[in-house]
């Protein structure tokens, strides 16, 4: 009995089946009920005592053959499988990319285009005090934008608000350097307007500074017309005066859209013509008021909502569109 178990043990061995058929009617061979293993434990009851210690070492072994074969081919079984193995680390449900919103993909447009001619990028804190955000701006106790339906004033403090514009970064940094000063100031504003199709609330600013010797209304107009003709591709533009407490003189800046189309007559009224930002010379008094000597220096400002050009860039017709998370929107600038 001993001889016929070790041919089995030397059988189990040398078997090398590959399909999964071939390997199942092995184990069943073996450890099935009706298998080898099973017919010699139930010969092994009728054994003397003096045999069962030897006999049982072969059976022993002759199983521990049979289950080592088994695990060498367990890899095999997997790898003949018609069964691709799932992947347990993929998400549940197929979810997509997201995608920049488009008011951060036109906000970092015109950082690099002012960034190629020397500007850098200053921020500032949302919840300002009186005299950054108006007074050292040239805004008198009286002006309209002080009013309570513009501006969010903190109710236990009335000189602590929302600030309203990001001329306020312009203020602190003037404060703390000395010129030459070429900064921009992009950051979220607030204002406390009705909601229609071209107000919100909560809304992007950014402004630009230069304060240097001997700096002009031409260097202005230069730096917007290189602005406009690397955004738009449009370097046509118009100065048309305007009215801001903090610039003198100042200017609407207005870009040649075009008549090319029903769109472009739309959008532009019938003139073809776009306003797209506020700018100026800045007043001498906000100099002083930040310690910068008038009679040495001068400088430009200007001004614009990112969601405007958004709007203009995009021919979007409601700026709430913007504010409603809608992923089919945002969908659509997903290779931007």
């Known amino acids: 009995m001993i ?12 078997f090398a089946g590959t399909s999964a058929e071939e390997i199942e009617s092995f184990r069943i061979r073996f450890l099935g009920k009706k298998g080898i293993v099973n017919g010699i434990l139930q010969e092994f009851k009728s054994v003397s005592n003096e045999e069962k210690k030897e006999l049982g070492q072969e059976i022993n072994s002759l199983k521990n053959a049979v289950a080592e074969k088994l695990e060498q081919l367990k890899p095999e079984k997997k790898t003949n499988s018609t069964r691709k193995p799932e992947d347990l680390s993929r998400p549940a449900y197929p979810f997509s990319l997201g995608s920049r919103h488009p008011v951060n993909i036109v ?45 969010f004033f903190v109710e236990r403090d009335p000189d602590i608000l929302l600030r309203t514009h990001t001329s306020s970064v312009q203020i602190r940094y003037m404060e703390n350097n000395t010129p030459p000063i070429r900064i921009l100031a992009p950051g979220r504003v607030f204002r406390n ?26 260097d202005l107009k230069q730096t917007l017309q290189f602005f406009t003709r690397e955004l738009f591709g ?17 200017a609407e800046v207005d870009v040649y859209w075009g008549l090319n189309s029903e769109t472009d007559r739309r959008i532009t009224k019938g003139t073809g013509w776009l306003e797209i930002m506020g ?34 860039l995009y021919q979007m017709g409601d700026i709430r569109i913007l504010f409603e998370n809608d992923v089919r929107m945002l969908e659509q600038f997903r290779a931007l």
């Not at 001889?3 to 040398?14: L, M, P, Q, T």
């Not at 200053?122 to 300002?128: L, R, S, V």
């Not at 007043?283 to 001004?303: Q, R, W």
């Open 279 to 312: 700018c100026g010379m800045v007043d001498p008094a906000v100099l002083e008021n930040v310690n910068v000597d008038p009679d040495e220096y001068s400088g430009y400002a200007f001004g614009m909502g990112i969601e405007r050009i958004v709007m203009l």
């Open 107 to 151: 906000r970092n447009k015109i950082i690099n285009i002012f960034k190629s001619i020397g500007f850098s990028v200053a921020d500032g804190p949302e919840i300002e005090d009186d005299w950054h955000n108006f007074t050292a701006l040239n805004l008198p106790e009286h002006h309209p934008a002080r009013d309570m339906q513009d501006t």
């Open 3 to 14: 001889k016929k178990i070790r041919e089995y043990r030397e059988e189990a061995e040398n």
């Open 193 to 218: 307007e009705a909601i229609s199709s071209r107000s919100h609330c909560i809304f992007h600013q950014i402004e630009g500074l230069y304060i240097d010797k001997n700096v002009s209304f031409a």
């Open 234 to 250: 449009q370097s046509k533009i118009r100065l048309r005066p305007s009215f801001f407490p903090f610039t003198e003189p100042s």
